[in-house]
């Protein structure tokens, strides 16, 4: 990925410096950039905007997923880890429930959101989300997008469908 990476005008300029063409959208990540861009990169890392997207691991999660559970439109989601992995059991596009792999983490600070893999290569936005206020702010806790309505798998602003893509 790292080496198929082509730049802009830069991939006009000069092909043989950026290789390969790449075969399909992909994530790169930060340090596909680095090696070029060294001054942005670490002006980046000391900003917020370095946590605006990341593979979910312990360092990026910040939501409790200790089998935490959140009741929604008389649907009861589940967060739990399993082989070092992150998940939610929560209603997929049919209302039914299923495990859900988190694959990204969307934000860090005031909320937290979580993005989920789907055929074609979709990333949907969970609509419940984490509060990463400290907790005598009010925060800590799991909370929906969405507090005063009743989104379930038939409404268009269901997580599963285009509008939380
Ligand atoms: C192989 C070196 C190289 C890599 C790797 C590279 N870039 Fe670049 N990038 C350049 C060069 C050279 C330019 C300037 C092109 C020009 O001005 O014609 C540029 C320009 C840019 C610009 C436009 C800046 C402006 O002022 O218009 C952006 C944005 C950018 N790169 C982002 C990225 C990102 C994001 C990544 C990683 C995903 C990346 N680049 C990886 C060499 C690279």
């Known amino acids: 990925m790292i080496s198929t990476f082509a730049c802009g005008e830069f991939q006009e300029t000069d092909r043989t410096t950026v290789g390969a063409i790449p075969t399909g959208p992909a994530f790169a990540g930060g340090e596909a950039c680095a090696r070029c861009h060294r001054t942005e990169t670490d002006l980046w890392s000391v900003s917020h905007h370095d946590l605006a997207m990341a593979e979910a691991t312990a360092?990026?999660?910040?939501?409790?997923?200790?089998?935490?559970?959140?009741?929604?439109?008389?649907?009861?989601?589940?967060?739990?880890?399993?082989?070092?992995?992150?998940?939610?059991?929560?209603?997929?596009?049919?209302?039914?429930?299923?495990?859900?792999?988190?694959?990204?983490?969307?934000?860090?600070?005031?909320?937290?959101?979580?993005?989920?893999?789907?055929?074609?290569?979709?990333?949907?936005?969970?609509?419940?989300?984490?509060?990463?206020?400290?907790a005598a702010e009010g925060g800590q806790r799991w909370f929906h997008l969405y507090p005063d309505e009743e989104i379930d798998h038939t409404d268009p602003l269901h997580w599963t469908g285009p509008q939380q893509n």
């Open 59 to 134: 360092a990026t999660v910040l939501g409790d997923f200790d089998d935490t559970t959140f009741t929604y439109a008389r649907t009861t989601s589940t967060f739990f880890e399993r082989d070092g992995g992150f998940f939610v059991r929560t209603d997929g596009p049919d209302g039914e429930l299923r495990d859900y792999p988190i694959a990204y983490t969307f934000g860090a600070e005031l909320l937290q959101q979580y993005l989920i893999e789907f055929p074609g290569g979709r990333l949907q936005a969970l609509s419940i989300c984490w509060d990463t206020r400290p």
